[in-house]
Nanobody, 119 residues
Framework: QVQLVESGGGLVQAGGSLRLSCAASISIFSINAMGWYRQAPGKQRELVAAITRGGSTSYKDSVKGRFTISGDNAKNTVYLQMNSLKPEDTAVYYC?????????????WGQGTQVTVSS
C-alpha cells in the first residue's frame, strides 16, 4: 500500500504561481511513474504531467512551458510547479502513483487538492 498526501493548493489570481507537493509513504525509487491529474467540475479527470522513475517527463499540451514536474528522492516527494496560471487551470489536482510488482500494476491516488485561479 502506498499513501500519497498532497498539499499546496489554494486561491491565486491569473498569472500567479502555485507549487503542489505530493509526499509518498515509500521511496519514489520504488514507484515506476508518478503524475498529476486534475478534474474540473463536470469534466473528466485528465493527466496534466507525469514523471518516470528514470526522470523522463511529459505534459499536457495546454500546460507545456508553464508547469514543471519534478521529484526529490530524499524527501520521497514529487512537485508540480505551476506558473502563469489561468482560470481554466481551476480544478482539483490529484497525485497518482503507478507501481509495478511482477505482472501486476497498482495505482494509488492522493486525496486531491483544490486549485482555484481567479480572473
Amino acid at each position: 500500500q502506498v499513501q500519497l498526501v498532497e498539499s499546496g493548493g489554494g486561491l491565486v489570481q491569473a498569472g500567479g504561481s502555485l507549487r503542489l507537493s505530493c509526499a509518498a509513504s515509500i521511496s519514489i525509487f520504488s514507484i515506476n511513474a508518478m503524475g498529476w491529474y486534475r478534474q474540473a467540475p463536470g469534466k473528466q479527470r485528465e493527466l496534466v504531467a507525469a514523471i518516470t522513475r528514470g526522470g523522463s517527463t511529459s505534459y499536457k499540451d495546454s500546460v507545456k512551458g508553464r508547469f514543471t514536474i519534478s521529484g526529490d528522492n530524499a524527501k520521497n516527494t514529487v512537485y508540480l510547479q505551476m506558473n502563469s496560471l489561468k482560470p481554466e487551470d481551476t480544478a482539483v489536482y490529484y497525485c497518482h502513483a503507478s507501481v509495478v510488482r511482477g505482472i501486476e500494476v497498482y495505482d494509488y491516488w492522493g486525496q486531491g487538492t483544490q486549485v482555484t485561479v481567479s480572473s
